[in-house]
């Protein structure tokens, strides 16, 4: 079955270092992958999507890679600040209607 | 601004209780969804509906019935038929079929627990 990971352990990092986070999928060729936020108690907030034949996508400080040989997408924050603290959760189209979610990993930025 | 309304925030239901959880969406959007949160586990879809008057199952649809009888509601039904309840519910929409690269936009989520 499709299986999609990112890491379940919180990442600390010091404010202005940049952040990245991994989401791994196995058992399916997605035709693109999306990156949303998610503040504690709140609803999820989209913030990029790469297709499958695009290696990167900027927006901001943001930066997102997709490498489908690996089965691989990585989430960078750049210049990161404590207001960037919250679950980023990966997505992965599953066709039609159905979108495959990470269960989220924690980002934890200190002043 | 235009967005997805849930209500009520939290809510509590008794044992053998059937409670509906309200979705409203003013983004003129075809597609809705209902997803349901658990600690350390990725969002489930439970129903979606592509258009008024239609819905379809998702993973985890058992316990759990919709109705789309306008285009900007969709309200959630948690029966007496679903043993574990207990859980943040997300109701979500978006413009199109989600394989076309259309995004989801997400209400602020209700918080379900049985007494």
């Known amino acids: 079955s499709q299986k999609i990971e990112q890491n379940s352990e919180a990442l600390n990092i010091q404010e202005g270092k940049t952040a990245t986070l991994t989401c791994n999928y196995t058992?399916?060729?997605?035709?693109?992958l999306q990156w949303y936020r998610q503040d504690p108690g709140r609803g999820p907030v989209f913030l990029l999507l790469i297709r499958e034949n695009e290696k990167e996508k900027r927006k901001e400080r943001l930066k997102v890679t997709f490498d489908t040989t690996l089965k691989q997408s990585l989430f960078h924050i750049t210049a990161s600040q404590p207001a960037d603290s919250a679950t980023y959760l990966c997505a992965l189209d599953a066709g039609g209607f159905k979108t495959i979610f990470g269960a989220g990993t924690r980002l934890f930025v200190k002043a | 601004d235009g967005g997805i309304t849930q209500s009520p925030k939290y809510l509590f239901r008794k044992e053998g209780q059937n409670v509906t959880l309200s979705c409203e969406q003013n983004l003129n959007h075809d597609a809705m969804y209902w997803y349901r949160q658990d600690p350390g586990q990725g969002l489930r879809l439970i129903y979606y509906?592509?258009?008024?008057?239609?819905?379809q199952k998702g993973d985890i649809a058992e316990g759990y019935s919709v109705s789309r009888e306008k285009k900007e509601s969709f309200p959630l039904t948690v029966t007496s038929a679903q043993k574990n309840p207990t859980a943040f519910y997300l109701c979500?929409?978006?413009?199109?079929?989600?394989?076309?690269?259309?995004?989801?936009?997400f209400g602020e989520g209700s918080w379900l627990t049985v007494v």
């Open positions: 058992n399916y060729s997605p035709a693109y």
């Open positions: 979500a929409s978006s413009r199109g079929q989600l394989g076309s690269g259309n995004t989801i936009y």
């Open positions: 509906s592509q258009i008024v008057n239609d819905f």
